[in-house]
């Protein structure tokens, strides 16, 4: 049995959720409303502002969908109570972001400035050389902070570029002179 999917998930007081027989999940929040349609065959129940899930058989499918299920459910959960961000940092001389309306004007040392736009239910805020991202949705937090990390991923060698504030970049020694 999934040690992940067999965990119930918890209902804070301020969140409503539905679920209607086709496994498609409305959870609604203070931060907003998100919905996912979740894979067939799995069974998802509320009882006492608790949700469970558990699986018909132990097929190899339902056991690789038993705790992702869980965990997509969970992560609706805290999004629209807590939200989700993740901080980016930008290291090198002349790099720097600078925030105007819902624009990210990015300048990484390329000839040109690169500009990127925040997507809908995301919000971007500029401090000095951090970059932190925030929203509901887990999978969209932390696909637009890689889209901007791989504008200039960090380098081995100067550590040069933008990184996760968490990330450590595995420095390399450089070349070194005749004797």
Sequence with gaps: MSR??????DIPANVEVNIDA?????VKGPK????RKLADGLKI???DNKITVSRPNDLKK??????????????MVIGVTDGYSKILEINGVGYRAAKSGN?????LG???????????????TVEQNKITVTGMDKEKVGQYAADIRSKRPPEPYKGKGIKYSDEHIRRKVG?????
Excluded: C
Aim: proline share 5%; aromatic share 6%; net charge positive.
């Design 110 to 124: 390329y000839s040109h400035p690169v500009i990127m736009i925040d997507p809908d239910g995301l919000s971007t």
């Design 103 to 107: 624009k990210l004007t990015l300048t």
């Design 45 to 47: 129940e509320i009882a």
């Design 175 to 179: 070349k070194t002179g005749k004797k």
């Design 22 to 26: 086709s496994n498609f999940i409305r």
């Design 62 to 75: 339902f056991r690789a969908l038993h705790g992702l299920t869980r965990t997509l459910i969970n992560n």
């Design 32 to 35: 907003g409303i998100l919905e």
């Design 4 to 9: 992940i999917g067999k965990k119930p998930i």
